[in-house]
């Protein structure tokens, strides 16, 4: 059975940094195409950052040049670096494995499994 476990969400202020982690366990990281989301209030899940099968990363616009995803294959886990955070970017940051596509898609149903998501806050 496949599980992702998020931690490394926080309470921070405006231009700070933070750095997610996902740990995969069941399944080899190197072999699902690998992606972060995120949640606020009211809104619907968004594609943040995403690293297909042969480490190609991709990002949401508004995050490019700010976060950087990453894999460590030894560790089994996938990374999520952000900095100069912002307030809008205050969400749950969920964790998204694809066993069925070898780029990431920005749409989450295309995703066969998920992290419980972990809490980042962005004060101004």
């Known amino acids: 059975q496949v599980q992702l476990v998020e931690s490394g969400g926080g309470s921070v202020r405006a231009g700070d940094s933070l750095t997610l982690s996902c740990v995969v366990s069941?399944?080899?990281?190197?072999?699902?195409?690998m992606a972060w989301f995120r949640q606020a209030p009211g809104k619907e899940r968004e594609f943040v950052a995403g690293l297909g099968w042969i480490g190609r990363t991709y990002y949401a616009d508004s995050v490019k040049g700010r976060f950087t995803i990453s894999r460590d294959n030894a560790e089994n886990t996938v990374y999520l670096q952000m900095i100069n955070l912002k307030p809008d970017e205050t969400a749950v940051y969920y964790c998204?494995?694809?066993?069925?596509?070898?780029?990431?898609?920005?749409?989450?149903?295309?995703?066969?499994?998920w992290g419980q998501g972990t809490q980042v806050t962005v004060s101004s």
């Open positions: 998204a494995a694809a066993d069925r596509f070898l780029v990431p898609t920005p749409n989450p149903k295309d995703y066969n499994y």
């Open positions: 069941g399944r080899i990281v190197s072999r699902y195409t």
